[in-house]
């Protein structure tokens, strides 16, 4: 069994870029969600999406966004980057079907914005 | 919307002892609440979780217990070991969007 793997692991980039982090679900997995983890908090949901859809979003402005693909795997979009962007960013897989499937989450992407 | 809090933010036992760590939600339509574990440097993972019909559930030195009408659930880890040193967090699960709310996390130090 294909856990979920997320990249890249590091990233730094300028205020104002963009950036794309990527994520491959856990086989059999058909539903991914994204979360921000700034330092010392606890994940925030940011949106979640499936059959290639966004299906629920959280407290996040339009410069976040997203793309899920045929074999379930995602993108995660910013654009404008900001400072307070700075977190670690969390892909977690699912299976659709029941809300109560637990998450299965990748080990993040760390993304730092100076 | 949905608020969890969660309490203490860092909690220190002595291995072998009890481990208390309490979580109060505000939607009272939540009905799904999980447990998941964060060791230094890598992924949250599930450890527990308890349904809204249910007021407790086991799982070997592991615990969850949920009072519906004060709107809280805690986690109970018993005869404590090392390697339950992490950062906990609980979540509800919002009943309009089936969305998680997290809360700010737990830092466990096990004390040798």
């Known amino acids: 069994e294909t856990g979920v793997t997320q990249s890249p692991t590091h990233l730094i980039k300028t205020r104002g870029q963009q950036v794309t982090l990527r994520c491959s679900s856990q086989?059999?997995?058909?539903?991914v969600s994204w979360y921000q983890q700034a330092l010392g908090q606890g994940p925030q949901f940011i949106f979640q999406y499936y059959r290639e859809e966004e299906n629920g979003r959280g407290n996040f402005p339009p410069r976040f966004s997203g793309l899920q693909f045929p074999n379930y795997s995602s993108e995660l979009n910013v654009n404008a980057l900001e400072l307070d962007d700075s977190a670690l960013y969390l892909c977690a897989s699912s299976l659709s079907g029941s809300r109560y499937s637990p998450l299965h989450f990748g080990n993040g992407t760390r993304l730092t914005v100076t | 919307g949905e608020n969890v809090e969660q309490h203490p933010s860092t909690l220190s036992v002595q291995e072998g002892d009890s481990a208390v760590i309490k979580c109060t939600y505000s939607?009272?339509?939540?009905?799904?609440f999980p447990w998941y574990k964060q060791e230094l440097g890598k992924r949250p993972q599930l450890i527990i979780d308890?349904?809204?019909n249910v007021g407790e559930k086991k799982d070997q030195r592991i615990a969850v217990t949920l009072n519906k009408t004060a709107k809280h659930f805690s986690l109970h880890i018993t005869e404590t070991q090392p390697e339950d040193s992490a950062v906990y967090f609980c979540a509800a699960m919002e009943d309009s969007n089936y969305q998680l709310i997290w809360g700010a996390g737990t830092k466990l130090i096990i004390k040798p």
């Open positions: 308890i349904r809204s």
């Open positions: 086989s059999g997995h058909n539903t």
């Open positions: 939607d009272s339509a939540s009905n799904y």
